[in-house]
């Protein structure tokens, strides 16, 4: 485009023709893309430029001049503004339905595969309150330590005490350490600098067990205080059964730094799953939503359609919550994975659940899978669930190079598993069906199952 046809500042109506994948709503002024919070396809707005792009431009809504149908109230637009729940404002059919789109979208563009079936997706009960995990950052406002989230695409912190989609006993957990925290006088981390102790607030409470994990993330080792702030949660919180110092000296966006020292309790709490009781380290990745992971699961297994004879590999296998749960459906299980603590976990799970038939080791999967090609391991069925940059590709040649009956791929992003099945369709596996599940209510996030077959031709 050559000609922006709008200026920053200006105030304009406009009408909204689409959602972002992103859960921002679209509206076009002579062909130039603006993309807007808090807007739903159908709106007629009145909108103030905010930035202008080359290629597309952000606007502020002033108000609403014609409202959406499937617009609905919201608690707290700091849900918007932070991104933590970006569709909150969309009545959760349409959520549902939207995500339907975004997968059969990418398998268009992206995968060209428009003959793919996209079933509908999986939604919860009750959309809310979901999440048994938080990550909450600690910074100091108006002299005094707060808790909150960042404003979306910034380090800007927006207090905030109910998060809507986070469990709410983790909710009130993070009140109360906040109020320690204040009471000791502990310092917020400042990023700016790196100064300051505090950084982080981590929170894990099993759906099924209620065991709290409560992971202080600091910059020094040194942690003045300690022994009674431990004390003054654990009797606050009886939940808690385990209190860990993670030291992050590092000026950096990732969250947890290498070093674990436990203040209390165990390393790991226990949640169960499908029947099973599975320990999770503070390090081990384990799906936000319990409830929603279940569903995941079976409908992975129905569509796998195991058989008692079956070998099945776990790829990315997290803490064995996919191959321990199955195994008991097959003759053996193989899984590998990344980080150390998760394949601990996934040893000492396959134990607590007396399951002999599973192995779990710790490494890459595209220099694992190569080994045990050599070793002359068959797979009858992969599942494998990466984290959001996909499969690598080498990994996918190996693995086709098994000649397994199947791959149950579950992943947490459309744009890179559609990717990904155009590399399996090239080594000879097509990909049969997609069913988005709900995992992530009131975000823009979707999980997907595919299932993907040998071609007989
Ligand atoms: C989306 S999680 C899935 C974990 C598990 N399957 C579950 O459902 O809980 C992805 C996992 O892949 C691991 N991972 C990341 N890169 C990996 C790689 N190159 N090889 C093996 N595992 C990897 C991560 O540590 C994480 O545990």
Redesign the pocket.
């Known amino acids: 485009m050559e000609i922006i046809p709008i200026k920053k500042n200006q105030e304009l109506e406009v009408t909204v023709v689409d959602l972002s994948y992103l859960g921002m709503g679209v509206a076009k002024v002579e062909g130039y893309p603006l993309f807007i919070e808090n807007a739903l396809p159908g709106e007629r707005i009145q909108v103030k430029v905010l930035k202008i792009g080359k290629k597309f431009g952000f606007g502020k809504m002033l108000s609403i001049l014609k409202t959406s149908p499937h617009r609905q109230t919201i608690e707290n637009e700091d849900l918007l503004r932070t991104g933590i729940a970006p569709l909150s404002h969309l009545q959760y059919e349409q959520q549902l339905k939207f995500k339907q789109e975004q997968v059969k979208n990418v398998l268009i563009k992206t995968a060209k595969m428009p003959e793919v079936q996209v079933t509908d997706t999986i939604g919860m009960k009750e959309p809310f309150g979901y999440r048994n995990k938080a990550q909450i950052p600690v910074r100091k406002m108006n002299g005094v330590l707060q808790t909150g989230f960042y404003r979306k695409n910034s380090h800007e912190l927006i207090p905030l005490d109910h998060f809507f989609i986070q469990d709410p006993e983790i909710d009130a957990a993070i009140v109360i350490i906040r109020e320690i925290l204040q009471q000791f006088e502990v310092k917020a981390y400042n990023e700016k600098d790196n100064s300051g102790f505090l950084r982080h607030i981590v929170i894990r409470r099993g759906y099924q067990t209620h065991e709290m994990m409560v992971v202080l993330v600091t910059r020094k080792e040194h942690f003045f205080q300690g022994e009674k702030i431990v004390q003054k949660i654990q009797e606050k919180l009886p939940e808690v059964v385990s209190i860990i110092q993670n030291i992050n000296p590092k000026q950096t966006n990732v969250i947890l730094g290498e070093q674990e020292k436990v203040l209390l309790g165990r390393s790991f709490i226990y949640d169960q799953l499908l029947g099973k009781t599975f320990r999770i380290s503070a390090k ?4 936000v939503n319990t409830q929603q ?1 279940e569903v995941l ?1 079976q409908k992975a297994f129905e569509l796998a359609n195991l058989e008692k004879s079956d070998v099945v590999i ?10 321990l749960s199955l195994a008991d459906q097959v003759a053996y299980v193989y899984g ?4 150390k603590q ?1 394949v601990i976990d996934a040893q000492e799970n396959a134990k607590l659940n007396g399951i002999k038939n599973a192995e779990y080791v710790t ?6 899978m190569p080994r045990w090609k050599e070793e002359g391991i068959k797979p009858n069925v992969i ?1 494998v ?5 996909g499969l ?1 590709q080498t ?1 996918i040649e190996t693995a086709c190079d098994m000649d397994p009956e199947k791959f149950i791929y ?1 992943s ?1 992003n459309p744009a890179t598993m559609a990717r990904d099945l155009k590399t399996f369709a090239v080594n000879g596996y097509f990909t049969d069906s997609i069913q988005p599940v709900d995992l992530f209510p009131q975000t823009h996030h979707v999980e997907t199952i595919a299932l993907l077959q040998k071609k007989t031709s």
């Open positions: 081990s990745f384990y799906q992971a699961y776990d790829a990315y296998s997290g803490i064995g919550t996919i191959g590998m994975e990344t980080i998760a490494g890459k999967a595209e220099d694992i599942f669930d990466p984290p959001r940059k690598d990994f579950i947490c």
